[in-house]
Nanobody
């Protein structure tokens, strides 16, 4: 079992930045691939960015490339999502998720992730 807690959400103006953090507890954190997803009202949950077990591999949704970065610290059991150049369409609840996989894999679909946080709201005003 892995418990995930997100933090760092809030209200920001368009063009601004936010850093979301995901803190994990439970099993060995380095055994898990971590992903960030988001869900806007009336829309399906969608993949944003993911990071492999060691932090060497990453995957990004096209709509965040060049704007968002992800990093992890396995010693501290944390994953950070740095979001820059935020747009109103980035407004959503952001979820952290963890799933077991091989060292070089980064999952991009919800079905591959076994554990989810409760989410944190990000609102970008125009």
């Amino acid at each position: 079992q892995v418990q995930l807690v997100e933090s760092g959400g809030g209200l920001v103006q368009a063009g601004g930045s936010l850093t979301l953090s995901c803190a994990a507890s439970g099993r060995t954190f380095s055994d898990y691939i971590v992903g960030w997803f988001r869900q806007a009202p009336g829309k399906e949950r969608e993949f944003v960015v993911g990071i492999g077990r060691s932090g060497s591999n990453r995957a990004f949704a096209d709509f965040v490339k060049g704007r968002f970065t992800i990093s992890r610290d396995n010693a501290k059991n944390t994953v950070d999502l740095q979001m820059n150049s935020l747009r109103p369409e980035d407004t959503a609840v952001y979820y952290c998720a963890a799933g077991r996989g091989s060292t070089i894999v980064v999952f991009t679909t919800t079905a591959k992730y076994d554990y989810w946080g409760q989410g944190t709201q990000v609102t970008v005003s125009s």
